[in-house]
């Protein structure tokens, strides 16, 4: 059986992150269907010029960006664990969108933290060395 080590912790933190990303920008995308934001004083933004609710245009698109990004971290999340001598590669990925999901509009904040530690502990991560006396 060949044991290799894994970067257990940034997989875990990376995977929990990913998914927040995920849930915010999801609740973003629907917030204007569902009126949680905008009936306050204004008088609703979601019946704004002619009620036409489009959720491409909303805030730009930008939501988008953090639904690309949460799923980009999951993804980087998972080949982490799958191919832990990549870490390096992995844990960049795992950054870079963590990063990006800020762009997203509602990462949850959380999200992007817990995807930033566990991004940077992948960076960090450091194999043990093989014992070479038992081989032969």
């Known amino acids: 059986m060949d044991f290799e080590e894994r970067p257990t912790i940034a997989v875990v933190l990376s995977l929990i992150g990913g998914m927040l990303i995920l849930l915010g920008s999801t609740m973003t995308f629907f917030m204007p269907m569902y009126g949680w934001m905008g009936y306050g004083m204004m008088g609703g933004f979601n019946h ?7 959720p491409f245009v909303f805030i730009g698109g930008l939501w988008l960006i953090g639904l690309m990004s ?6 980087g999340a998972a ?16 950054l870079v969108f963590s990063v990006i999901s800020f762009l997203g509009m509602g990462s949850l904040l959380i999200g992007a ?3 930033i530690i566990g991004g940077a502990l992948a960076l ?3 194999p043990a060395a093989k ?5 032969r």
């Open 48 to 54: 704004m010029m002619g009620g036409f609710w489009n």
């Open 70 to 75: 949460g799923l980009l971290v999951i993804i």
């Open 79 to 94: 080949m982490l664990n799958a191919r832990p001598a990549e870490h390096t590669a992995w844990g960049t990925i795992i």
């Open 113 to 115: 933290i817990l995807g």
């Open 124 to 126: 960090g991560f450091k």
């Open 131 to 135: 014992d070479k006396e038992g081989e």
